[in-house]
């Protein structure tokens, strides 16, 4: 349900800095890149991040999606996502996560077992939306240019645009106090336009394939803040947990008043085991911050 923000240093140096109030410059890979036939393949330009990945973003901007009275901002919860880190041989190992409408659900799914690359997880993100959403997430292991082709071609069974990718939004604190929010939860996050993200590893590697699996593709816990007004904002996104860590959160989540709106897995095997819980709340923004704070403490996260 994310669009995977770049990593900021976990710190409020990091603000101090005025780090999490200027948006990444990301970096391109050069033309002579071998990234260079997956991004003829998919369409647009990939970004690396850390962990020597590349991903690529597939946000529904075609969707107009309401949630109890607010309009989801991709960068929010409808951000689809693709990452792929090299692997031996000139392979790849291939993550992401497809934001898709009911309807596209099985002719993607068809489409993507066609082209070899599989799912690990079709469920919800949130609750009570309008239109209904659902999240796709996948994972294939081979040749990348070939991965690449089987997941544009499955994603053109969707409206997901395919065209170039819009230039990053010009990040905008109006209304939000992201100095306060970083306060409460103790970690920077970053604007992606109006939309403030912040990214938690994990504290463990986490594995899958035989590999291991970056941050980056998947494996932090993600919050993501959208202004409402007067100070508020909807917040939304995923903890990723041990299995012994998820009533504690849930427990410190609704302590906060903020709604659990789903527990699952992303993946099949990897190791540890882990979980994900997704959240929903529309308050004041530095006060579900935190809550969120509170959450965070019952992880094993690097906070």
């Known amino acids: 349900m994310r669009l995977l923000p770049t990593f900021p240093t976990n710190s409020l140096a990091a603000l101090t800095l005025g780090l999490a109030a200027t948006p990444a410059i990301?970096?391109?890979?050069?033309?002579?890149?071998?990234?260079?036939?997956?991004?003829?393949?998919?369409?647009?330009?990939?970004?690396m991040q850390p962990g020597n990945v590349i991903k690529f973003s597939f946000p529904r901007s075609d969707l107009t999606v309401i949630v109890g009275g607010v309009t989801l901002k991709p960068a929010l919860a409808l951000g689809g996502w693709v990452?792929?880190?090299?692997?031996?041989?000139?392979?790849?190992?291939?993550?992401?996560?497809?934001?898709?409408?009911?309807?596209?659900?099985?002719?993607?799914?068809?489409?993507?077992?066609?082209g070899g690359v599989e799912q690990t997880a079709v469920h919800n993100h949130v609750l009570k939306e309008s239109p209904r959403v659902m999240y796709?997430?996948?994972?294939?292991q081979g040749d990348p240019t070939k991965i690449a082709r089987a997941i544009h071609d499955a994603l053109g069974q969707s409206k997901t645009p395919l065209g170039p990718a819009s230039p990053p939004s010009t990040a905008s604190a109006a209304d939000l106090d992201t100095a306060g929010i970083a306060r409460a939860l103790g970690i920077a996050g970053r604007l992606n336009g109006a939309v403030y993200q912040v990214a938690v590893p994990r504290s463990e590697k986490i594995m899958e394939m035989g590999a291991e699996v970056p941050p980056s593709m998947g494996v932090a816990t993600a919050i993501n803040f959208q202004p409402t007004g007067g100070g508020k904002a909807a917040i939304t996104g995923d903890f990723v947990l041990r299995g012994s860590e998820v009533?504690?959160?849930?427990?410190?989540?609704?302590?906060?008043?903020?709604?659990?709106?789903?527990?699952?897995?992303?993946?099949?095997?990897?190791?540890?085991?882990?979980?994900?819980?997704?959240?929903?709340?529309?308050?004041?923004?530095?006060?579900?911050?935190?809550?969120?704070?509170?959450?965070?403490?019952?992880?094993?996260s690097k906070k």
């Open 26 to 47: 990301a970096q391109q890979p050069s033309p002579t890149s071998p990234w260079a036939s997956v991004e003829a393949a998919l369409g647009r330009k990939g970004t």
């Open 83 to 114: 990452a792929f880190k090299e692997a031996a041989g000139g392979q790849a190992m291939a993550m992401g996560d497809l934001v898709l409408t009911e309807d596209e659900v099985s002719p993607v799914m068809r489409a993507l077992q066609t």
């Open 136 to 140: 796709m997430h996948i994972l294939a």
């Open 247 to 300: 009533n504690p959160v849930i427990r410190a989540l609704r302590e906060n008043g903020i709604e659990v709106t789903a527990v699952h897995s992303h993946m099949l095997d990897e190791e540890p085991r882990l979980f994900f819980m997704h959240f929903w709340a529309n308050d004041d923004a530095v006060q579900l911050a935190r809550g969120l704070r509170a959450a965070l403490d019952r992880t094993a």
